[in-house]
């Protein structure tokens, strides 16, 4: 069975880093390009960011440049996101979603708050 | 950045009866539009892909159709568990952005 699990979320303050993982299993992690998706509570979902499958294309949401870093090691079957300079804006679930989108992992909580 | 606007903010139906949505966009996705369903607690699903294409195990009843940049999403006969949150997506250029949503509600 194909899934997605995150992890890492969690409370943490304002001007605070965070490190989300993401492991794949059940499909050739490799081979496949990987999502981050956020939403906040009441909102729509915002993509914040890709990483094609080798890790050698990168794009981030304009919201999170220079604040949050994509990554993945294969070998681990795992994506993450090290998130830095937090701000209660980035409040949400953060899914982690497969290129085509049609899987996602359960979604993990971050929350920013003092 | 591509704007995706849906409307209506909320649809108030009855089973049995047929639900259209829309998703107009800023400019020109070239069919690159994905509808997800969404209901509480749970990550979104994806329906149709490519703007009218029905991703695997999604029922008959939801179809999508695009006309330059508009694009629908209609439900022919609503059953209980299609009362749900939709959102649009374009895939066409980074960003890649969602629409607002638009709520089926009984």
């Known amino acids: 069975e194909l899934q997605l699990v995150e992890s890492g979320g969690g409370l943490v303050q304002p001007g605070g880093s965070l490190r989300l993982s993401c492991v794949g299993s059940g499909f050739t992690f490799s081979s496949y390009g990987m999502n981050w998706v956020r939403q906040a509570p009441g909102k729509a979902p915002e993509w914040i960011s890709h990483?094609?499958?080798?890790?050698?294309?990168?794009y981030y949401a304009d919201s999170v440049r220079g604040r949050f870093t994509i990554s993945r090691d294969n070998a681990k079957n795992s994506l993450y996101l090290q998130m830095n300079s937090l701000t209660s804006e980035d409040t949400a679930i953060y899914y982690c979603?497969?290129?085509?989108?049609?899987?996602w992992g359960q979604g993990t909580l971050v929350t920013v708050s003092s | 950045e591509i704007v995706l606007t849906q409307s209506p903010a909320t649809l108030s139906l009855s089973p049995g009866e047929r639900a259209t949505l829309s998703c107009r966009a800023s400019?020109?996705?070239?069919?690159?539009l994905a509808w997800f369903q969404q209901k509480p607690g749970q990550a979104p699903r994806l329906l149709i892909y490519?703007?009218?294409n029905r991703a695997s195990g999604v029922p008959a009843r939801f179809s999508g159709f695009e006309s330059g940049t508009d694009f629908t999403l209609t439900i022919s006969s609503l059953e209980p568990e299609d009362f749900a949150v939709y959102y649009c997506?374009?895939?066409?250029?980074?960003?890649?952005?969602f629409g607002g949503g638009t709520t089926v509600e009984i």
């Open positions: 997506q374009q895939r066409s250029s980074w960003p890649l952005t």
């Open positions: 400019q020109r996705v070239d069919g690159y």
């Open positions: 990483i094609s499958n080798s890790g050698s294309t990168i």
């Open positions: 979603a497969r290129v085509e989108f049609v899987y």
């Open positions: 490519d703007a009218s």
